[in-house]
């Protein structure tokens, strides 16, 4: 028996584009919160935005938690912090943005469960970020 397989869309099909503008409000990063960054580990995203102050031209308004990927065509992807806002700096108003929405981890219960009994998270201290992520999904013993 075969089974039929849903195909799963790439994620580059799913990069939004947009130009945005904030007026005379001084620095994008007065409107825009940007955190991430490749000292933390993880690409640069949209944090909080006062959206009453910007003006999308092109596109849809990018959402809290988006994924930055460009800033005016320049990648911005394993850049610091310091160095995006520095990027953005660099361009005048409108800047076009390239985000995408992030992907949900994809921990099953079960896989979560296994590791749970596998190993004792005392003795694997480097596996508590991802007993942390898993520790939602496991039943709870009471």
């Known amino acids: 028996m075969s089974r039929t397989l849903k195909?799963?869309?790439?994620?580059?099909?799913?990069?939004?584009?947009?130009?945005?503008?904030?007026?005379?409000?001084?620095?994008?990063?007065?409107?825009?919160?940007?955190?991430?960054?490749?000292?933390?580990?993880?690409?640069?995203?949209?944090?909080?935005?006062?959206?009453?102050?910007?003006?999308?031209?092109?596109?849809?308004?990018?959402?809290?938690?988006?994924?930055?990927?460009?800033?005016?065509?320049?990648?911005i992807s394993g850049l610091t912090n310091r160095d995006t806002h520095a990027v953005i700096r660099h361009f005048r108003e409108p800047i076009r943005l390239k985000t995408v929405k992030p992907g949900a981890p994809s921990f099953s219960s079960n896989f979560c469960a296994i590791l749970h009994q596998v190993f004792d998270m005392q003795m694997w201290p480097r596996l508590t970020l991802t007993y942390a992520l898993c520790q939602s999904s496991l039943p709870t013993t009471s």
């Open 7 to 75: 195909k799963k869309k790439h994620w580059s099909s799913k990069v939004q584009e947009c130009a945005v503008s904030w007026g005379s409000l001084g620095e994008f990063g007065n409107v825009v919160e940007v955190l991430g960054g490749a000292e933390h580990g993880e690409f640069p995203y949209l944090g909080q935005m006062k959206l009453d102050l910007m003006v999308c031209h092109v596109g849809r308004m990018p959402y809290f938690g988006d994924v930055l990927l460009e800033i005016n065509g320049t990648p």
